[in-house]
């Protein structure tokens, strides 16, 4: 009896020792597992080693960059309260004005906050940096402003020879042709021309380092801004050239539908709107360029007799004075 109670028991020992060491084989599988799920959780791209030293890696560029930016402000600070800078009206020579090559170009479009006025059309307060070079940069309006009929206007302009000077500067195609100033009244688009650069009228969108508001851009400030970036927004560049004969004085261009949309660096080339552009349009002796968004180009349906569009003023700020008060605080939305 006490033999046979012996080998139930030898059994029954060999059979615990047998489920144990399952059960720890199991484990060690299990724990191979996890281990290796683990390893592949913290390595890797997307790994959170990875993702851990990325942040830290932003989070020391965010401070660098906000180290530089108080520093340049405890400067600019610093020199008023010494005496180092004064506040000057900027000054500008209008004979000198040029469109230069563009500069900054990866920045067009985007929103400069502390540019600001009070006008009287305007519902929001949104700039944007429409062109730069190296001695004048020009900002855009977000909006569209008004609802004019250049009829409505230009009555006080007799002849091309009553384009400002600032109107043939930025209209310098126009001018080199040398038929800029047509005395003739038929010539209306020129009249339109000659209202829209007026910068006496348009003078309420610019503040105390604007030195010229006009009521939109000219077509050749336009197309130089829109072919700097052309290649960035994988859009064709736009060939502007000059048309006359009987009838028909002004510029011509390339443009196709779908060339300006308004995804083109945040609208500034077509925001949904149809505005007026500050230079005639060469097909009718009553036309004026104007930005149409039902097919993302120009258009020559703007008849300057018949048609209300709005405008998008643009004002101008010496480069130097911009890169100083502005150019830091740009923000891409």
């Known amino acids: ?127 944007r940096l429409f062109y730069q070079d190296s001695n004048y940069t020009y900002l855009i309006t977000d909006e569209c402003v008004g609802s004019y009929k250049p009829s409505d206007y230009y009555g006080e302009y007799t002849s091309g020879a009553d384009v400002s000077t600032i109107g043939q500067k930025l209209n310098p195609m126009l001018l080199t042709d040398g038929n800029f100033f047509i005395n003739s009244y038929k010539f209306r688009n020129i009249l339109a021309t000659a209202w829209l650069t007026d910068p006496n009228k348009w003078a309420e969108f610019k503040n105390e380092d604007a030195v010229f508001a006009i009521g939109s851009p000219t077509v050749e400030l336009f197309v130089k801004s ?69 097919y993302e180009q120009f258009s020559d349906y703007g008849l300057v007799d018949s048609y209300s569009y709005y405008v998008r003023p643009v004002v101008c700020i010496p480069t130097s004075v911009f890169d100083s008060k502005y150019l830091s605080s740009l923000v891409n939305e």
């Open 1 to 127: 009896m006490r033999k046979i109670k012996a080998k139930m028991q030898e059994k029954l020992t060999k059979k615990q020792t047998g489920i144990t060491l399952i059960a720890l084989v199991i484990t060690i599988i299990v724990l191979l597992i996890l281990a290796g799920v683990s390893i592949a959780m913290l390595t890797g791209n997307n790994g959170i080693l990875t993702q851990a030293q990325n942040a830290k890696n932003k989070t020391e560029e965010a401070r660098i960059d906000e180290e530089n930016r108080l520093n340049e402000y405890n400067n600019i600070i610093n020199n008023y309260v010494s005496g180092g800078i004064t506040e000057e009206t900027p000054t500008f020579d209008e004979n000198s004005l040029t469109i230069g090559d563009a500069t900054n170009v990866d920045k067009y479009g985007w929103k400069v906050p502390n540019y600001t006025v009070q006008a009287g059309d305007m519902t929001t307060n949104v700039w």
């Open 226 to 294: 829109f072919n700097a970036t052309a290649n960035s927004n994988g859009a064709k560049e736009i060939n502007l050239k000059i048309e006359k004969g009987v009838g028909v004085y002004g510029y011509t261009e390339d443009t196709t539908s779908g060339q300006l949309q308004t995804s083109y660096n945040n609208g500034i080339y077509n925001n949904g709107d149809i505005w007026w552009l500050s230079s005639p349009y060469d097909n009718m002796t009553m036309c004026e360029f104007v930005v149409n968004y039902n």
